[in-house]
């Protein structure tokens, strides 16, 4: 395509037709020998292996020791299986660092078996261990090797188009890693997948070839194989039309230059973009926002926006950048979309949700009506009592004698339908009528009848989550009898805010950071260094009256120690005998509190957290299902970190340590640090003094771990082992508590829901449970 298609499009009909940048890949499946009758092993519990030697087409019949394979009769009838001999795979990295594999035949007398066969598969492994040793010699590493048994079959009674009945199910998990891009057809046996790029193809193929389920006709890295390649037509334009089309769309868009990309480097000239093809890793220098009006075909215009402290902080980088030396490297520039085109494909695993739904997790709404209602509003459940949310009922005076906020009758009504009906309420207000104080009053409502109720708290920005929270937890103005119990909802916002004393890339105020996990953990443990939060890249346009504080913000302004205040607040002495220790209590939670004290309230405001707010986009990223998955295990961590399990997991380290240290394998440290996410020498450094977010680290790889082992049939020693540090009676509570990744709420409540397109809701309204309340507000409603 490359070499003759798009040459062939651009040259002669470039303003005819185009092609599209997906190209779709399907492969037709067939079944193999090694792997139906490995499947069957498993099934039955046997440690055996088969193979397929490439030389002699025979299979070889792996085992763990040298003891004679015992075929069972159902196998050697259906396959008419035959010994033909003994023989031997050597694989070793040569002293060149390349992978080298060769095999060794063996001599056995025909129809040898029992001790006269072992004894000569005894004598080829003395045979092989020397050559080993020469390779050794020789400077090879990672020597090994086994001894099996050949055997010929008959090919005639195999059917490569013939799978076992946990063929399919196998096979759909095994897809989980990539399940938005490979899909497996089930009725013509083919598995598809659409890619842009030859790195793209590469890796689903070479996925693909690692699961060692089946084979196909031809690979699709085949220079054979065929594709699937579509072309629309499209409408005449001069490349005038068509270079002011582009700067339409790109209106106010974020503009950057690869200060790698030298001039002399070839450009690759499409009708999308001009991208430069580079060896180097990107050096991205942020060039300003496109002022389209101001901009031609001869020059383009940008802007500097300098509004916020932090875009002030940019501006003058900008400024320093193009006042030195670097400016002179500037030879193009592009639009920065990569923000877009990860909330894009959120958007679409959204959609998918409902028209795909699957059984992975959260591969479908938790309310299976979803699709209905949010299309057509008339298909949500109606309130199954409507006299509940008639004025003088017992469930209006219930509400009203609960009030946190002062409300008008209009806005008590829409509390009242809110928390009393089935599957959707939409509350419609023009601006000033108080929509965020009803927000802020159905969450208390639902709290204080439940304080395990979760509710996911979303709007189209930052700004409107933060609203609704300060409303609700100021309290100034609210119901004096109940303030002291305000200390029953515990937000928590999933947000990156960098590192301490750095400018945010997020548009969130320090009311909402407060809210954010990373301010929490930066506030227990000035070590901790938040991973990467995929929100970063989304942009969200900011609100008119958005101001930032221009302080660096004190990490002690944090939602646990906001908590902790609370409860010091509501401290009573009845008793003159305790009236010093109770000011000394009061004033460490407040002020000083020591880091034992900060981390059991850390943990229990976690372990109770009952409000997650969220932006629309940010509640479909994976970081949202990530840091969820946190929550829903905060007891077990709790366990882990007080029973000091954490130092069985360092024991482990230590171990895998010292034994790639004895095997010259570096690449093990390398994965060590990859999955804690952490430098080489901050791991020897923490291994031995470890601090509080370290071991929290320690304990969601080990959960990650135990994930890959519960999968293992038949379970291996080491899930046992794994359980019990990790606090789980059986595999079966450990099964259903990490199932917990299905993300659920009680409630989803959506501020602003007229700003936002179907998908766009869609993205946190699939986590809303059965018969549970999606409650929706705007000032003009798309229903």
């Not at 050597?90 to 072992?118: H, P």
């Not at 009708?271 to 002022?291: C, S, V």
């Not at 509080?692 to 291996?716: E, K, M, T």
Request: charge should be neutral; proline fraction near 4%.
């Amino acid at each position: 395509m490359e070499k003759v298609l798009d040459p062939l499009i651009k040259s002669q009909f470039a303003q005819t037709f185009e092609r599209e940048h997906q190209i779709s890949a399907i492969l037709k499946l067939k079944n193999r020998i090694d792997f139906e009758i490995n499947s069957y092993f498993k099934s039955i519990g046997w440690n055996l292996k088969a193979a397929v030697d490439n030389e002699s087409n025979f299979l070889i019949f792996f085992s763990s020791n040298s003891k004679e394979i015992r075929m069972p009769k159902e196998l050697k009838d259906r396959f008419s299986l035959e010994r033909k001999g003994i023989i031997a795979t050597i694989r070793r990295r040569d002293a060149n660092g390349q992978f080298e594999s060769e095999t060794v035949n063996g001599k056995i007398r025909e129809g040898a078996y029992g001790r006269i066969l072992e004894n000569e598969k005894e004598k080829l492994a003395k045979e092989v261990t020397a050559k080993c040793e020469l390779y050794k010699s020789e400077g090879s590493t990672k020597i090994n090797f086994e001894i099996g048994e050949l055997y010929g079959y008959d090919i005639s009674k195999f059917d490569t188009n013939s799978f076992n009945d946990d063929f399919e199910l196998n096979l759909k998990r095994a897809l989980i890693p990539f399940k938005n891009v490979i899909e497996f057809n089930p009725v013509t046996r083919s598995i598809s997948f659409d890619f842009e790029t030859k790195e793209e193809l590469e890796t689903y193929s070479k996925f693909l070839k690692s699961l060692n389920m089946f084979q196909t006709i031809i690979a699709p890295t085949h220079p054979a194989f065929k594709f699937k390649v579509k072309t629309n037509f499209i409408a005449k334009k001069t490349q005038k039309q068509l270079f002011y089309d582009k700067l339409s769309k790109l209106k106010g868009a974020e503009f950057v230059s690869d200060l790698n990309m030298k001039s002399g480097s070839t450009v690759e000239d499409t009708e999308e973009l001009t991208t430069p093809k580079r060896a180097k890793r990107p050096e991205l220098q942020f060039i300003g926002n496109l002022n389209s009006r101001s901009s031609n075909q001869k020059k383009l215009t940008f802007y500097i926006p300098s509004f916020f402290p932090n875009q002030k902080e940019i501006a003058e980088a900008v400024k320093e950048f193009i006042e030195s030396a670097k400016a002179n490297k500037v030879n193009f520039v592009q639009a920065n979309l990569k923000g877009d085109e990860k909330k894009n494909s959120w958007l679409v695993e959204a959609v998918k949700k409902i028209t795909h739904p699957s059984e992975a997790p959260n591969g479908k709404p938790v309310n299976e009506s979803l699709g209905d209602f949010l299309i057509d509003t008339s298909k949500a459940k109606s309130i199954n009592d409507e006299s509940k949310i008639t004025e003088g009922s017992e469930y209006y005076h219930q509400v009203k004698n609960n009030e946190l906020l002062k409300l008008n009758e209009s806005q008590r009504k829409a509390v009242l339908a809110s928390i009393h009906c089935s599957d959707l309420a939409l509350l419609q207000g023009p601006p000033g009528t108080g929509k965020t104080t009803v927000i802020a009053e159905i969450i208390w409502q639902m709290i204080s009848r439940d304080p395990k109720h979760k509710i996911l708290l979303t709007s189209e920005n930052n700004l409107a989550v933060d609203n609704a929270l300060d409303r609700l937890l100021n309290i100034k103005g609210v119901n004096q009898t109940l303030a002291n119990y305000i200390t029953l909802i515990k937000p928590l916002r999933f947000v990156s805010l960098g590192k301490p004393g750095e400018s945010s890339k997020k548009k969130i105020d320090e009311e909402g950071a407060k809210y954010s996990v990373d301010r929490i953990m930066q506030w227990l443990d000035e070590t901790y260094i938040a991973e990467e939060i995929d929100e970063d890249v989304v942009t969200e346009e900011s609100d008119d009256d958005f101001e930032e504080d221009l302080d660096v913000p004190s990490l002690e302004n944090n939602a646990v120690q906001d908590w902790m205040k609370r409860i010091a607040g509501r401290a009573k002495n009845n008793n003159p005998r305790y009236a010093n220790a109770l000011k000394d209590w009061v004033t460490e939670l407040t002020y000083h509190p020591k880091p034992e004290i900060k981390i059991l309230f850390k943990e229990k405001y976690f372990e109770y957290s009952n409000i997650i707010g969220s932006t629309c986009s940010s509640s479909g990223s994976p970081t949202f299902k990530r840091e969820y998955s946190k929550l829903q295990l905060q007891k077990y961590f709790i366990n882990y970190y007080k029973g000091e399990k954490y130092k069985e997991s360092i024991s482990d380290i230590n171990y895998q340590l010292s034994k790639g240290a004895l095997e010259d394998d570096f690449s093990i440290i390398d994965k060590i640090c990859n999955r804690l996410r952490i430098k080489e020498d901050e791991l020897r450094k923490l291994i031995t003094d470890p601090t509080y977010s370290f071991i929290q680290s320690l304990f969601f790889n080990d959960i990650n771990r135990l994930s890959s082992l519960i999968a293992v049939r038949p379970a291996p020693r080491s899930l046992s082992k794994m359980l019990v540090r990790l606090s789980f009676e059986n595999a079966g509570e450990a099964a259903t508590v990490l199932n917990l990744s299905n993300i659920n709420f009680d409630t989803v409540i959506m501020d602003e829901a007229s700003k936002a397109t179907p998908p766009e809701m869609l993205l946190p309204l699939c986590f809303g449970k059965d018969l549970s309340l999606s409650v929706i507000t705007g000032s003009c409603l798309r229903c």
